[in-house]
């Protein structure tokens, strides 16, 4: 798996002669705040790399979509990026959210959300772009509200809902074509698992057309 690219430049000094308090305000938040998310993918990008070399446990990664928890197997996931600019593709349906320059390769960006028939992912500070592993053979990522981190598989059991009403928190069944099992962790939050290779291969995924 490609390492996760920061995509931040170091901050430009910030000038003096000139300047406002307001303005030098304003530029040491900005560099602030470029620093923490550098941070965060730098963090990040090295916890999975670890993953990769550990035990089998340590396979699953942590996503959020709108409400959704979902788990992603470590071989299906590539790149983490901050969002970057999505140019729009005209005649292309709505969960099709467009195409983005990573360092000169062309991404497809997806709405998981949208395409499965539940509402556009909001996007803000947090939210980022998980691109598919190339093992899958698609240039696309996938718009996530935020990252929630590793997860082992050593820690997840099976949720059995049968017969019950769905706990709260619980996930819901917008992504069920596609989820491979229901699972609850030590802390009792409920997980879907889904299965990015199965997404590839619904017949509609490659069908981005509007009609």
Sequence with gaps: MADFPSRLRSPKSIPTRGATPQTSTNHLASANRRERLREFQTGLSEKLRKAQTAPLAVNRLGIQIGPHRLLVDLADAGEILAVPDIAPVPLTKSWYRGLA????????IVDLSLYAGGPATPL???SRVLAF??????????????????????DLTTADVSGKEAPEG?????FAPWVRALLVDAQEIHWQELDLSA??????????ARA
């Design 133 to 154: 592993s190339t093992d899958l053979r698609f240039s696309v990522g996938i718009l996530v509200s935020r990252m929630l981190g590793l997860r082992s598989a050593a």
């Design 199 to 208: 997404v590839t291969a619904d017949e509609r995924f490659i069908d981005i």
């Design 170 to 174: 619980a996930p819901g069944e917008i």
């Design 101 to 108: 320059n990573v360092r000169g390769n062309l991404l497809g």
């Design 124 to 126: 803000d500070k947090d």
